[in-house]
């Protein structure tokens, strides 16, 4: 196989698994997925967790949300959070081939009002102007095509990324990949946000571990989070009563 170099992007591809479409970059590592029968649906556990976010607020307020992922992988998120959420969302995406497979192979519409794709960097693209304080819901999931580790994961990156959200706003983020390192992405996400603004998750069986940091830290009464928790399941179908059990303060 012809290598990339520094400045070619990977190869675009996916593969199919009964209803399940995969999408690849140019390796075997999965970087997102889509039931072709319910596109909208979030098909992995990390991807789910990637909501919870929505245990930290009154979820009803959620539609008048702004969601903000960097990294398009499938358009899962992106389109979970705009087609059923109701948000509005923004993906940063640098690789215009990942682009064009979602709209091509994971149902991905175009550019609308509540939904808009922006290929650039997201290091460079998140210290624009009109982020700042903007965002209630950044997730953040970074990879190139070895998955070795987040792409992006300093100290500087994550503070760029506060200072993104509204006070009451949740990033999310998803470690993973055989060089990444949970305290040492947790202690540079604490140098940004502080310690007692941080939520993780266990990690999952495929080995995605999920962690939230809060603009404004909070600790809601369990009595509170299980409400939310059941409202969240209502009204999306996601798996929160699992995760009021399963999230816990760093």
Same mark, same amino acid.
């Given at each position: 196989?012809?290598?990339?170099?520094? &400045?070619?992007?990977?190869?675009?591809?996916?593969?199919?698994?009964?209803?399940?479409? !995969?999408?690849?970059?140019?390796?075997?590592?999965?970087?997102?997925?889509?039931?072709?029968?319910?596109? &909208?649906?979030?098909?992995?556990?990390?991807?789910?967790?990637?909501?919870?976010?929505?245990?930290?607020?009154?979820?009803?307020?959620?539609?008048?949300?702004?969601?903000?992922?960097?990294?398009?992988?499938?358009?899962?998120?992106?389109?979970?959070?705009?087609?059923?959420?109701?948000?509005?969302?923004?993906?940063?995406?640098?690789?215009?081939?990942?682009?064009?497979?979602?709209?091509?192979?994971?149902?991905?519409?175009?550019?609308?009002?509540?939904? !808009?794709?922006?290929?650039?960097?997201?290091?460079?693209?998140?210290?624009?102007?009109?982020?700042?304080?903007?965002?209630?819901?950044?997730?953040?999931?970074?990879?190139?095509?070895?998955?070795?580790?987040?792409?992006?994961?300093?100290?500087?990156?994550?503070?760029?990324?506060?200072?993104?959200?509204?006070?009451?706003?949740?990033?999310?983020?998803?470690?993973?990949?055989?060089?990444?390192?949970?305290?040492?992405?947790?202690?540079?996400?604490?140098?940004?946000?502080?310690?007692?603004?941080?939520?993780?998750?266990?990690?999952?069986?495929?080995?995605?571990?999920?962690?939230?940091?809060?603009?404004?830290? &909070?600790?809601?009464?369990?009595?509170?989070?299980?409400?939310?928790?059941?409202?969240?399941?209502?009204?999306?179908?996601?798996?929160?009563?699992?995760?009021?059990?399963?999230?816990?303060?760093?």
């Amino acid at each position: 196989m012809k290598k990339n170099t520094p &400045t070619e992007p990977p190869e675009v591809n996916f593969s199919e698994e009964g209803l399940v479409r !995969h999408l690849h970059l140019g390796s075997i590592w999965i970087q997102g997925s889509m039931r072709v029968d319910a596109p &909208t649906v979030l098909v992995h556990e990390y991807v789910q967790r990637m909501m919870a976010w929505l245990l930290l607020v009154d979820p009803a307020t959620a539609p008048m949300r702004r969601a903000l992922q960097l990294g398009l992988g499938a358009g899962s998120l992106s389109k979970f959070c705009a087609l059923e959420v109701g948000m509005r969302t923004t993906a940063i995406e640098l690789n215009p081939q990942v682009l064009h497979a979602c709209r091509g192979w994971f149902a991905l519409p175009s550019n609308h009002p509540r939904l !808009h794709v922006v290929l650039a960097d997201a290091a460079q693209e998140i210290c624009q102007p009109q982020w700042q304080g903007s965002v209630d819901a950044l997730q953040v999931d970074l990879y190139d095509q070895d998955a070795a580790a987040p792409v992006l994961d300093s100290p500087d990156f994550y503070a760029h990324c506060r200072n993104t959200l509204t006070a009451d706003g949740c990033m999310t983020v998803n470690l993973f990949g055989r060089s990444s390192s949970f305290a040492r992405s947790v202690n540079s996400i604490a140098q940004a946000f502080g310690r007692d603004a941080i939520w993780a998750f266990k990690a999952t069986r495929e080995g995605n571990t999920v962690v939230l940091a809060q603009r404004t830290a &909070t600790r809601p009464e369990s009595e509170v989070l299980k409400k939310r928790a059941l409202y969240i399941q209502e009204q999306w179908g996601l798996p929160a009563p699992k995760w009021v059990r399963a999230m816990q303060p760093v």
